[in-house]
């Protein structure tokens, strides 16, 4: 069966044709069409780019006429082709060698799985080396390389998870034709899409699993602003209205990290590579261990996802104004790491 890699795109012209281009530039023996959803983008670098790739029948365009934003435009794509299995894929993203096979493997493993997502370096709750880690691809292997080791040595291994993550999420077309496409009314602006999707699967009997065998880089670092946080507050309070037990299970999964022992095994085979990865490695402990900020990364850089989840503090019985104030001054004074270092231990 084709599988749809569906992309939406609107800002972002480097991080576009990056993503693109790995699509594009890696075989798989799985059968896939790339369905690009422009959602009516001002750039025209992104425009043209996208045109020249229709022209040469590389991608599927669909172009909105106006913005209609994240949702509706993923929605959009989903429903190009009503008998196929997708992958949402954020546009600032790049992947590499056999990936989509794997993850296809991985979401046909059990006729219960839902959705699968990989490993990253931006991943929350999927991220390697470490939840909070905001310092771009780890190590010195390069993408491909990295991406073979995880191939190498977690080979088919998975983790069942909470809730999908949506910068790469593969989706069963059984599921959505039973679970239906994501929330636009409820979360049409963006964020929480995928976790909603996911807990009315897991309703359903679904599962959602970590494909522990795939590495995918995502760029995902963005300016940690009072409008997103206000858009990501409104989100979060919209998903706890109707999956009130969410945070619970977030939480038990990060308490147990069943994940671990997955991240540890990559740690031993970088360091089996040469003493230069293995002193990466060592240094990426450290910090993970001193919850400390990355040298170079703006102290308020945090994607989206991450804010979800620290913005999860927000919603405990005792918690308000005095909260939201004390997590920006954490951030100011210690960047991503001081806040995620109180999180893990919120939830202990």
Not at 67 to 76: E, I
Not at 188 to 209: L, P, Q, T
Not at 212 to 230: M, N
Request: proline share 5%; charged share 25%; aromatic share 6%.
């Amino acid at each position: 069966m084709t599988i749809d890699v569906v992309i939406p795109v609107f800002g972002g012209a480097a991080p576009t044709r990056k993503c693109l281009e790995s699509v594009l530039s890696n075989a798989q023996a799985a059968p896939l069409e790339v369905v690009v959803v422009d959602d009516a983008s001002p750039d025209a670098a992104i425009t043209g780019y996208l045109d020249d790739l229709s022209r040469a029948g590389r991608v599927t365009l669909l172009r909105n006429e106006a913005n209609l934003g994240f949702v509706r435009s993923v929605n959009r794509g989903m429903s190009l082709h009503p008998d196929r299995d997708v992958v949402l894929l954020n546009s600032d993203t790049e992947v590499a060698n056999d990936w989509l096979d794997r993850m296809r493997g991985a979401a046909c493993r059990a006729a219960e799985v839902a959705t699968v997502t990989p490993f990253s370096n931006n991943a929350t709750i999927c991220s390697y080396p470490f939840e909070g880690w905001n310092a771009g691809l780890p190590g010195a292997l390069g993408l491909a390389r990295l991406d073979r080791l995880f191939a190498t040595t977690n080979t088919g291994r998975t983790v069942d998870l909470p809730t999908a993550v949506g910068f790469c999420m593969y989706i069963r077309r059984d599921c959505l034709d039973k679970i239906g496409l994501f929330d636009a009314e409820r979360f049409g602006r963006g964020y929480g899409e995928e976790n909603d999707f996911c807990m009315r699967a897991s309703r359903g009997g679904w599962r959602h699993v970590l494909a522990a065998d795939v590495f995918v880089f995502h760029e995902g670092s963005v300016s940690f602003r009072g409008e997103r946080l206000s858009l990501i507050e409104t989100a979060m309070a919209a998903l706890l209205e109707v999956h009130p037990g969410y945070l619970d299970q977030v939480r038990e999964f990060i308490a147990r990290d069943p994940a671990r022992p997955l991240r540890a095994a990559i740690d031993e085979a970088r360091i089996a590579c040469d003493a230069r990865e293995a002193e990466h490695v060592r240094r990426e402990r450290a910090r993970e261990g001193q919850g400390a900020p990355s040298p170079g990364v703006p102290r308020t850089a945090m994607s989206a996802a991450t804010a979800m989840r620290l913005l999860a503090l927000l919603f405990t019985p005792t918690a308000g104004k005095p909260l939201r104030a004390r997590l920006r001054a954490i951030l100011r004074r210690e960047g991503l790491g001081g806040v995620a270092r109180r999180v893990r231990g919120a939830t202990r």
